[in-house]
């Protein structure tokens, strides 16, 4: 074979980083090392993998059509190297998640993952749902768990479990005890959401077609926490998944608003690269994420 597995942890690690130093480092080698066997592997076959861009090395063409490949091999290179351990699912799994499902869904199905598997570990990385989906299309994440529609060439976007936001206020709120909102009455209501790019703003967006023109947007926050808070201190209402509200609907700190004229139902969804090799890891992860959906 005319290229070691090495050769291709450097040229993915480079990959990821656009730097060999931080590869090399993330590789435990010396960045002179690295290198020379990035180099090596272009000279053996006489191809650029890169093209420098200022300080950066970014994939060339071919070196973009040949990550998937080098991704899929060493998937299967420490496959073969668990079974011939002895070791079903072991390893590093690489999960990301949109915040609600993240703070709200995503740490008790990595405690019963390692429950069942603790051979395995998981490293859970939460944003929103844009963020996500250019990190697993990079092969940066193995999957993600979103709560936003997406349509990229790279990606495979299954239904995972339904879920709906509720618009939500303060219990001294004047609407707080209304029977129902009607149009009029959201116009004129000062709202704290979450920012473009989020799923939940996605769905929101959605739900309010027709009226987001008119709509007094007074907060967009990246947080669903800083969303609650704002509201409790009355600085408006809000709108969010109904997984991220059971407790404060519980203690009464905040109270849902009907709103019978819109359509807040969405989905969540599990995405995946459609190259990506799915390794023993990754493949009981998205059993489990199917048993809970």
């Not at 291709?8 to 990959?15: D, R, S």
């Not at 060493?74 to 915040?99: K, N, P, W």
Request: with cysteine; charged share 25%.
């Amino acid at each position: 074979m005319r290229y070691s597995l090495r050769q291709l942890e450097v040229f993915l690690a480079t990959a990821r980083h656009e730097n060999v130093t931080r590869a090399a480092a993330d590789l435990a080698m010396s960045q002179s090392a690295a290198s020379g066997s990035l180099r090596e592997l272009e000279e053996q076959f006489e191809v650029r993998l890169f093209d420098r861009v200022g300080k950066r090395l970014q994939l060339s063409e071919l070196g973009r059509q040949l990550r998937p490949r080098a991704e899929t091999l060493l998937e299967q290179a420490r496959a073969f190297e668990q079974a011939l351990a002895g070791e079903e699912v072991m390893g590093r799994l690489q999960v990301g998640a949109t915040l609600t499902i993240g703070n709200y869904l995503a740490v008790a199905m990595i405690a019963e993952f390692r429950r069942r598997y603790p051979g395995a570990e998981i490293a859970l990385s939460v944003a929103n749902t844009a963020t996500i989906a250019e990190q697993v299309a990079r092969f940066e994440l193995d999957m993600g768990l979103v709560e936003g529609e997406l349509n990229h060439p790279e990606l495979e976007s299954s239904h995972w479990r339904a879920d709906e936001l509720v618009v939500f206020a303060a219990p001294d709120h004047p609407l707080a005890r209304s029977r129902g909102l009607g149009d009029s009455a959201l116009r004129q209501l000062p709202w704290i959401v979450r920012e473009r790019g989020s799923g939940t703003r996605q769905a929101f967006d959605r739900a309010m077609h027709g009226l987001l023109p008119e709509l007094e947007i007074a907060m967009e926050l990246q947080h669903t926490e800083a969303i609650k808070r704002a509201v409790e201190a009355g600085l408006g209402v809000g709108c969010l998944s109904r997984i991220s509200l059971v407790d404060a609907f519980r203690r009464g700190s905040l109270v849902p608003l009907k709103v019978p004229g819109r359509d807040f139902s969405r989905e969540l969804y599990l995405v995946t690269h459609r190259r990506k090799f799915h390794g023993s890891a990754l493949g009981r992860w998205l059993d489990l994420c199917r048993e809970q959906g």
